[in-house]
């Protein structure tokens, strides 16, 4: 099984307890592909980049954690876009971005027609509501046409809400945009604060009702500490965290909960179990700082008895 994921990589600054910044590389569907690929899962990240050495030292990092990196165009002369995170006492998190120019916006803009044709191809594509904001009405019609072709030829789309005002222009702009990409949607992984934020959801019956009235036969909504509610076919199973943690930062909680998950059922597992994989990730992940934790770190068996 061979998953792409779809979106854009900054360059991160996170603050560490002593107040300082320290310096590596992030973005929401980058952290589920380097996820991914150390739970074994054949993966490679598209997006753009500019030809500074900065790109290049993303590339490396990327491919040091065996991310495939073969369909990542280069912009010339132009630079890969920065956030930095700020977090309070209680480990939650404050962005501040600088990416109005980053050459990830411009992805669909510079693909050659091979290159859809081949991300066509993959087993999974997976993307996120930040990847949306990304794009633009042209490159959104682009990639819907690349959904689209993907299913047609076998393949699967996952998709994490994500929502993030500061990425629209405005909160109509961006429902439309989710309105338009969930009938292409194999498996949804929203967060419910999100869907509450974008479409004013009371409970969470009206996020599943929407999902469902769109054709999303999967969908997992994130509820942070509270774990997740999984349906499928409309059968609805409420699947707590395993352990609970006291976390350090929550940068990449849901990034790494949807790898888990997605990997865990390319394995093979049951929704059930593959929520079960995603809490234990993502549990691992919050207890330090950054999106990234270190190799050695990562938990030696998600999947439980599964895999």
């Known amino acids: ?17 002593d107040g300082a910044f320290r310096r590596g590389f ?11 690929a150390r739970l074994g899962i054949d993966t490679s990240y598209v997006t753009a980049l500019g030809d500074d050495a900065l ?12 991310i495939k990196t073969d369909l990542v165009i280069r ?14 006492a209680r ?9 109005d120019r980053a050459p990830a916006r411009e992805f669909f803009e510079h693909a050659a027609p091979s290159t859809l044709a081949r991300l066509s191809q993959f087993d999974w594509l997976y993307l996120s509501g930040i990847s949306l904001s990304l794009y633009g009405e042209t490159g959104r019609a682009r990639l819907r046409e690349l959904l689209a072709a993907t299913r047609k030829n076998g393949g699967k ?16 702009t961006a429902r439309h945009a989710f309105t338009e990409i969930l009938p292409l949607i194999d498996l949804a992984l929203p967060t419910f604060e999100d869907e509450q934020a974008l ?26 500490p509270h774990g997740c509610v999984v349906v499928v076919d409309g059968d609805c199973t409420e699947v707590p965290p395993p352990h609970v943690v006291e976390p350090v930062d929550t940068t990449a909680a849901g990034d790494s909960f949807n790898a888990g998950y997605l990997a865990a059922r390319i394995n093979g597992a049951s929704p059930r179990d593959a929520a079960l994989a ?24 998600i999947f439980g008895d599964k895999k």
């Open 55 to 66: 790109s290049e030292e993303m590339l490396s990092a990327w491919r040091s954690e065996a």
């Open 278 to 301: 995603g809490h234990r990730l993502a549990g691992v992940v919050i207890q330090s700082p950054g999106a990234v934790i270190p190799r050695d770190l990562m938990p030696k068996n």
């Open 157 to 172: 789309v996952a998709f994490d809400g994500n929502y993030r005002p500061r990425g629209w222009s405005d909160a109509a």
């Open 91 to 99: 480990g939650e998190r404050t962005f501040l971005y600088w990416r």
């Open 1 to 17: 099984m061979k998953v792409a994921s779809l979106g854009e990589c900054m360059i991160e600054f996170s603050q560490s307890a």
């Open 26 to 36: 992030g973005g929401d569907t980058l952290n589920t592909a380097l996820y991914l």
């Open 75 to 88: 912009a010339p002369g132009r630079l890969p876009g920065l956030y930095m995170i700020e977090r309070d």
């Open 199 to 224: 479409f004013g959801d009371e409970n969470l019956d009206q996020c599943i009702a929407r999902y469902r009235t769109s054709g999303v036969n999967e969908i997992v909504i994130k509820r942070g």
